[in-house]
């Protein structure tokens, strides 16, 4: 048997794989198999000692990796175990016999976040119709933190602010994190990513954090909370007016490629919480708007990307409409 690897391109995903004598998956749809991601890879055992005519191979891949088996032959077994990670960004830590909960839908699902500190009133200023800015850091998370998204959108909103913070000193100093996951009288335990960056950001096979997570490592790096502004709750229209349009750009949680957010694994928190990770979840910097498109600087792909406004706002309000921004020095 002869296999091969192709990259369908979304982040923190796991995909299940069926394969048949022909090579050809049986969710052959794209879409699909980015929808059906559901949880971690585990160990594929893919055994045919009867030349059977089809195999099923139970893959659950980050990252969006598809595995296609050809068989060429008698085939005994073959194991496969894929780096998990990358996600952001976007994560997966390794399970113990993981299987997609009864619960797993294909539906879109809504991040619910409650903000960590009261919005201060920003002033009104009329805005422009269309606003850029130029000359915004811009941070990739490869190779070095293939899951950091949210680490590199915070220290390009820093470094813009004028903190000359480095993405070493703000996961290593700044940023709380948690990589215990673990299993526990038939319960799956792991840390709340509302309140620790669940993994670690230099690995692959780590999820990513929520916005109070990222809040408390900018005031950390900043010594202080004044000119850390929680804009959670805002549209995306008021950000490019309140922040945007006056120089300030914004850390938005939105999705890896704008892909559909949906859940993925779950485990319980300290607190006794179920939680599920919501996938593809992704963090990037909103520099600039028009009439038709957001302008982000995307960590994951390491350039300025644009998207239309209505999808932009519909991944934004997936995830809790969270965000955040970093005032500069006078």
């Known amino acids: 048997m002869s296999y091969s690897i192709s990259k ?60 296609m088996l050809k068989q060429n032959g008698l085939v005994l077994c073959l194991v496969c175990v894929l780096l998990l990670g990358m996600t952001s960004c976007a994560g997966g830590v390794p ?82 994190k948690d990589t215990k996951f673990y299993y526990e009288d038939g319960v799956y335990y792991g840390p709340d990513p509302r309140e620790v960056f669940a993994g670690d950001p230099r690995t692959t096979s780590s999820y990513g954090c929520m916005s109070p997570v990222i809040r408390r490592a900018m005031i950390s790096a900043l010594g202080g909370d004044e000119r ?46 179920t939680y599920t990770w919501p996938a593809n979840e992704h963090c990037m910097l909103l520099i600039g708007y028009d009439e038709e498109n957001y302008y982000f600087n995307d960590p994951y792909k390491g350039r300025e990307v644009t998207y239309a406004r209505s999808l932009s706002e519909s991944r934004y309000d997936a995830l809790g409409k969270q965000a955040l921004a970093v005032i500069p020095l006078l």
């Open 228 to 273: 850390v502004e929680d804009a959670s709750g805002l549209s995306m229209t008021a950000l490019c007016e309140q922040y945007v349009a006056q120089g300030i750009p914004v850390v938005v949680w939105v999705s890896i490629n704008m892909l559909n957010v949906y859940p993925a694994a779950s485990w319980t928190t300290p607190a006794g919480e």
């Open 95 to 176: 399970q113990d016999k993981a299987e997609p909960p009864a619960s797993f839908t294909t539906e879109p699902v809504t991040v619910t976040t409650t903000a960590t500190t009261t919005r201060p009133t920003r002033p009104t200023v009329p805005a422009p119709a269309a606003f850029g800015l130029d000359g915004v850091p811009l941070i990739p998370q490869h190779p070095l933190y293939p899951t950091g998204c949210e680490s590199a959108a915070a220290v390009m909103a820093l470094q813009w602010a004028g903190e000359p913070v480095t993405m070493d000193e703000f996961v290593d100093k700044h940023l709380v």
């Open 8 to 67: 369908v391109g979304s982040e923190r995903c796991m995909c299940p794989v069926y394969v048949t004598d022909d090579s050809v998956p049986i969710a052959t749809d794209y879409r699909q198999r980015l929808q059906n991601c559901n949880q971690i890879l585990q160990v594929c055992n893919l055994i045919d000692k009867n030349r059977q005519s089809i195999i099923k191979a139970k893959g659950y891949c980050k990252k969006g990796w598809t595995v």
